[in-house]
């Protein structure tokens, strides 16, 4: 349950507004994003090589809410340079690494059987 938790909201910032989870692996999950309920066009099929062991900390998960909920992301860049944003609720030793955790993360997008392209966020 951590990685469907952690894409709901990774994949959430990047304009999901919904995911069906198609199958779930040790080793990775598929699914896929729904853009727009009322356009069945409006989707894309992913996969995401991930364990649940290894899913990216709380701290990562709570940094993608705080610029979701902030509408800081466009498309999948960060839109404010990021040493110009308060992130108080993150200690500041912590809080390179947590970006740098942000950054590696790479959802592969499935299109014809075969994985293309890739969400991620960028700064």
């Known amino acids: 349950m951590k990685r469907q938790t952690f894409l709901k909201s990774f994949l959430g910032a990047l304009g999901a507004v919904d995911i069906i989870w198609t199958e779930i692996q040790n080793d990775k999950i598929y699914g896929t994003v729904i853009y727009d309920l009322s356009d069945v066009d409006e989707r894309q099929d992913f996969v995401w090589h991930m364990t649940e062991d290894n899913v990216p900390t709380e ?43 942000l950054f590696e993360i790479e959802v592969r997008m499935i299109d014809d059987g075969e994985e293309t392209d890739s969400y991620f966020i960028h700064d």
């Open 59 to 101: 701290n990562v998960k709570k940094l993608i809410d705080f610029l979701s909920t902030n509408s800081l992301i466009d498309i999948d860049k960060i839109m404010t340079p990021i040493n110009q944003l308060d992130i108080d609720f993150i200690d500041n030793s912590e809080l390179n690494n947590v970006w740098d955790k």
